[in-house]
């Protein structure tokens, strides 16, 4: 029996015409633990993490592999079940802050909400557990927060909502999906420094998706590098910058900004690196079959 | 809603005067027998063709002036404004529950229940609300009940496809997934997440609906096949002025008058309330 907090194991999803676009992909989070799932837009770092939490889009099949949270197997529950499970042990950290509140709800009623629907908490209770979140997150006048309709706050302050509601219920995963990409860059910093504290604190194992590397190694024990939805690396987040194996690897880390050389150029991922990934993805579509024909 | 907020921005010009009309105009349709100066259908032939207060020959108590039977104008409107607001306020209701109840679950369910809905609105739109409205009395027969049915019947279909579009935008919005994630059932999170997001679209669609119902009233009773009996409408008043336009133009230019006031006051009452519902707006 493994102890991972979530264990995906050769998961494959299909769209509509048949074209895969999670290929095969294994990874384990262990409890306590912050993988990072890297790699550039449209190679199915988000698609993984709504796979996770039961709300891939409608015109994408998952066809093969499993999904273990906590030991449980989410393809072979019930669909109440199932919703149950990841309602009570899962939560999101959302990329954008804007849209993950509604706008026509106080920031209150939106937060204790699930704790006392979805937990069968007291109204009291979920409000104490909110207002300890809330200045855990650092936010000074929760009184005011609360009374306040989502538009009336920063994106940074937003944001620290979210984290705050995320964290509320102790789930045992958070997916973290790229929750500083919309913020600016003096407030990203602080956010991610949030998230690492929550995380300690409350030992909450998080998929993290991203496509920063700068942010992967602030952040993570262990990372997944991904390319048109097919793990091409996996290693521990110091072995990993140290010694990168793959190819694909290596142009991403050399691609980088760095301070330290403000007026280099920014390297584009190398032509024959590209390639070789393309050669490495037909191989595997060919020796792919999809189950049941 | 935070009652400070609103003395704060002030009501606007714009809330105000419509708001003031409608407020105007519905107190004296509920207080009719006591606000107006006659009896609405008291005919007298001695007083007929009276004009309005400011010109020669006008009788006092006659303010607005007299018919061609003599029976006074300003009763017959306040009077009609009666059978005016109970068809508005009827049949914009009825047409918005039934309409937004359809339109919040074709958008927010999508699939089969959509297609089916949106089919049924395709159909209904294809039909002239006019002659649809008048072929539904002419089935039901005259009366005031059947005069909201047909305009409920035929408007549901403007709540529906706004509705549906706006509660069809409201399904992709993040919050809507991670009230998913957290567990709540479908409808549960339509009538949390999706509904209070549709409420001022609602709200400003009913005003205007009211407006629409006024109208529609009108032109039915101006085809007399309004209500059956000899009760004052502004659609009969109207008809009936039409017919002595050029001895007494009084009788059509106020009816008129009353009801592009109050036909606009609806919808701009259906705007501002809209903006004051929004809390973005706000």
Redesign the interface.
């Known amino acids: 029996m493994s102890a991972a907090c979530l264990d995906i194991r050769n998961l494959s999803a299909v769209l509509a015409n048949g074209q895969r676009v999670l290929r095969s992909v294994s990874l384990a989070v262990q409890p306590g633990e912050v993988r990072a799932l890297v790699g550039e837009s449209g190679a199915g770092k988000t698609m993984i993490g709504k796979a996770v939490l039961g709300v891939l889009p409608s015109s994408v099949h998952i066809v093969e592999g499993e999904m273990l949270l906590e030991g449980e197997d989410l393809g072979r529950l019930q669909p109440k079940a199932r919703r149950t499970l990841i309602g009570a042990r899962t939560a999101l950290i959302p990329q954008d802050p804007l849209t993950a509140l509604n706008p026509s709800r106080r920031i209150g009623p939106q937060m204790t909400d699930r704790l006392v629907r979805i937990l069968g908490w007291s109204g009291q209770r979920a409000d104490a557990r909110i207002r300890q979140l809330l200045d855990e997150v650092q936010i000074r006048d929760p009184d005011r927060v609360l009374r306040s309709y989502p538009h009336e706050l920063s994106g940074g302050m937003r944001q620290r909502v979210l984290i705050a509601a995320a964290f509320a219920a102790e789930p045992r995963l958070i997916v973290a999906d790229e929750p500083t990409t919309a913020l600016d860059v003096t407030v990203q910093k602080q956010i991610l420094r949030l998230i690492a504290q929550l995380q300690r604190e409350h030992g909450t194992a998080i998929l993290f998706v991203t496509h920063d590397l700068g942010v992967v190694a602030k952040i993570s024990q262990k990372v997944s590098v991904l390319y048109a939805g097919k793990v091409v690396e996996e290693a521990d987040t110091a072995a990993l910058f140290a010694a990168p194996q793959h190819a694909y690897t290596r142009a991403l880390i050399a691609a980088t900004p760095r301070y330290t050389d403000p007026l280099a150029s920014l390297k584009p991922v190398d032509e024959a690196v590209l390639a070789g990934l393309a050669a490495e993805i037909a191989a595997a579509e060919q020796a792919w079959r999809p189950p049941h024909g | 809603m935070d009652e400070a907020r609103i003395a704060r921005r002030g009501l606007g010009p714009r809330l105000r005067l419509a708001g003031g009309w409608l407020l105007l105009a519905l107190l004296a349709a509920i207080f009719a027998p006591l606000v107006a100066p006659q009896d609405p259908l008291a005919q007298d032939l001695m007083l007929e063709r009276l004009p309005p207060f400011w010109m020669n020959g006008a009788e006092p108590g006659y303010w607005l002036g007299t018919d061609s039977l003599g029976r006074d104008l300003l009763s017959r409107l306040i009077f009609g404004g009666r059978v005016a607001f109970v068809v508005a306020f009827a049949a914009a209701i009825a047409a918005c529950l039934v309409g937004s109840t359809l339109g919040l679950i074709a958008g927010y369910f999508g699939g089969w229940a959509d297609r089916i809905i949106s089919r049924i609105v395709d159909i209904w739109m294809a039909f002239p609300p006019v002659l649809f409205a008048i072929l539904l009395v002419a089935v039901l027969g005259t009366g005031l009940s059947s005069v909201i049915i047909a305009i409920a019947v035929i408007d549901w279909t403007r709540f529906c496809r706004v509705i549906r579009a706006e509660a069809m935008g409201q399904t992709r ?3 809507v ?2 009230a ?5 059932g479908r409808i ?1 999170i339509m009538l ?2 999706v509904l ?2 549709v ?1 001022p679209s609602i709200v400003a669609l009913l005003s205007l609906e009211m407006g629409i119902a006024v109208i529609v009233e009108a032109i039915l009773s101006f085809v007399n096949l309004s209500i059956s009996t000899d009760d004052p409408t502004w659609g009969g008043i109207i008809a009936e002025g039409r017919l002595s336009i050029h001895q007494a133009w009084w009788v059509l230019v106020f009816p008129l008058i009353t009801l592009i006031l109050t036909v606009l006051s609806f919808s701009q009452f259906g705007e501002a309330l809209k903006a004051r519902f ?3 707006l706000r």
Request: glycine share 10%; aromatic share 10%; net charge negative.
């Open positions: 919005m993040d919050y997934e991670n998913r994630i957290a567990g709540y549960g949390r997440e209070p997001n409420v929004d809390p973005v």
